[in-house]
């Protein structure tokens, strides 16, 4: 159906029309953009995924248990399903979105063409029936001014007091205006023919070429819009192979696991080569007794009659000890609440975590300030190109963005007047601990360290300060039975000591597994301090636990370590 013969008369709506139809082939093509974003998101999440969770090893490194051999062979199979949805977008991106915003271009030029033809066609027709009009009241003008002549001539003419001047001068009028009335009318005839004649080109041979071009335009942009629809289904399609074999690798990856063989790994990695222990002999404590045959007792039985000899008691404790492990080693670590200023931590471990949230905190600032400009960018090509997307879409982000931006200065500004504070009073606490190690006492009174173990004052503990009377050279063995069994530590024999410490300041360990010291008391040192903050002591009462290492000034006994150190 032709829109020239039926649409004669809708130049407007079809002027609608068209632009809705461009309207709506871009809003597809922003449906495309969008989607093709969500792929290349995803695309990236998933390669950032697997860069997280299969990093680069050394060889050393290298997986032996088929469980992880199949983690990390489904690790790469979800790489290459990310890159078939990179290539998905590509597809996307090049063969649909990039084709429907040319095309787009083009269909504005060629709509913008056909609508200025017919504009210039309605508008000679308006010239054309203007001039008609104009020669029609001209011819009208004219007849009424011949009718007016002659009804005044005829009027002279029966008038017996007339001179015979005014009468000629009358049918001279007359006669003027009777010339000018045919003309008019000739005219008048002229511009009558010539405009219908012009209507009928306009409305049986422009305006139907105009509305069949504009017919044309839109057929073709719907037929482009059925030809992208498949495109984008066919940018689907053309993976879904590579995809599935993806997959058949997971499968195939996740039926490799083999639960024996790990389980010979793991006896293969960790078996020592010792024999279990065997059975504890019985030791006879009753051989040093006499007693008499009516007694019933077997003191006078030969010895190869008795069942179990008897063995030292010193050699059954050391087989015990020799063949239980200490336990205490893969036991929790004190368990200190966390808060937000790590006061709960020693000065110096506070400072090293301070320093580490500011530089997390400065590169989650450099992000968001890299997002913000990213944005403005973005909001510039918007701005200069309307058809890729609304600028004001964006303005909610880039205000959530600054936002964010201001919090992490906020955050970082915080942060560093803590760690500030802290390096301030470390300075002033090594002044302090100098000038003791000088004079051999500490100073009068507690001044806790900032980052001390409890912000609470009610539970600290305020001890007078006294002279330490000597330290002894060779702390000795706390007062509790070798036997006893340590619940938090699940040991048989005391650690050794290896020195000893004065506490510079009291602590309250609240805890489980710190030890509550009082300031100057003098604790046996059994384990050093790995890295953490910790030192592992005992009191002169045989308790145990840990202390933090920068509340006491700690002395390494030279039999136990080669020489004597300071800390």
């Not at 290539?87 to 084709?99: C, D, L, P, R």
């Not at 003309?183 to 509305?211: C, D, R, T, V």
């Amino acid at each position: 159906m032709s829109w020239g013969t039926e649409l004669w008369d809708q130049f407007e709506n079809l002027d609608k029309h068209t632009q809705w139809g461009i309207d709506f082939l871009e809003r597809y093509a922003k449906f495309v953009k969008e989607r093709l974003d969500i792929e290349q998101n995803y695309a990236k999440q998933l390669r950032n995924l697997v860069k997280k969770y299969c990093p680069k090893r050394s060889k050393d490194e290298e997986p032996r248990f088929t469980s992880c051999l199949s983690f990390y062979s489904i690790m790469g199979e979800l790489n290459d399903y990310a890159g078939q949805r990179e290539v998905v977008a590509e597809e996307m991106s090049h063969k649909v979105y990039n084709e429907l915003m040319r095309y787009s271009q083009e269909l504005k030029a060629e709509r913008k063409h056909h609508l200025q033809e017919g504009r210039k066609a309605q508008q000679f027709l308006d010239h054309c029936w203007k001039q008609m009009d104009n020669s029609k009241k001209k011819f009208e003008r004219e007849c009424r001014e011949a009718e007016k002549a002659q009804m005044t001539y005829d009027r002279l003419d029966n008038d017996i007091n007339a001179t015979k001047s005014e009468v000629e001068k009358a049918k001279a009028q007359l006669y003027t205006r009777t010339h000018m009335a045919d003309e008019s009318k000739n005219e008048y005839a002229a511009q009558l023919q010539n405009f219908n004649g012009e209507q009928w080109k306009h409305f049986n041979n422009s305006i139907p070429q105009i509305f069949k071009n504009l017919q044309g335009m839109d057929e073709r942009r719907t037929v482009k819009l059925g030809e992208t629809y498949r495109s984008f289904a066919e940018a689907e399609r053309r993976v879904i192979p590579i995809i599935t074999k993806c997959l058949d690798g997971m499968v195939s990856a996740a039926k490799a696991v083999d639960e024996q063989r790990d389980s010979t790994i793991v006896v293969e990695s960790f078996k020592s080569g010792f024999e279990p222990p065997g059975d504890f002999p019985f030791e006879d404590f009753s051989q040093n007794l006499s007693r008499t045959g009516s007694d019933g007792t077997i003191s006078n039985a030969p010895k190869g009659e008795r069942e179990l000899a008897p063995v030292p008691r010193s050699e059954a404790k050391h087989t015990i000890s020799r063949g239980k492990n200490k336990l205490w080693l893969f036991g929790k670590k004190p368990k200190i609440p966390s808060l937000e200023d790590f006061s709960h931590l020693p000065p110096e471990q506070r400072r090293k975590r301070l320093q580490q949230k500011i530089d997390e905190l400065n590169r989650e600032l450099q992000k968001e300030t890299d997002q913000r400009d990213a944005l403005n960018k973005m909001k510039d090509v918007y701005e200069k190109n309307p058809q890729m997307g609304d600028p004001n879409s964006l303005q909610p982000k880039i205000s959530e963005t600054n936002c964010n931006i201001q919090k992490l200065r906020s955050e970082i500004h915080k942060n560093e007047t803590w760690l500030s504070e802290v390096e301030g009073k470390q300075s002033s606490r090594g002044d302090r601990r100098h000038s003791a190690d000088n004079h051999h006492h500490t100073p009068h009174g507690r001044e806790s360290p900032e980052g001390s173990y409890n912000d609470d004052t009610s539970q600290e503990h305020q001890t007078p300060h006294h002279t330490p009377q000597h330290r002894p050279a060779q702390p000795a063995q706390p007062n509790h039975d070798p036997h006893e069994f340590d619940d938090e530590f699940d040991d048989d024999d005391p650690l050794p000591v290896i020195g000893h410490c004065k506490a510079l300041y009291s602590f309250h360990g609240q805890n489980e597994g710190t030890l509550t010291m009082a300031e100057d008391e003098v604790l046996y040192i059994i384990e050093e301090d790995k890295g953490d903050g910790w030192t592992r002591a005992r009191k002169q009462s045989g308790e145990e636990g840990y202390v933090p290492t920068s509340y006491v000034e700690i002395t390494i006994e030279k039999n136990s370590k080669g020489a004597v150190t300071y800390i």
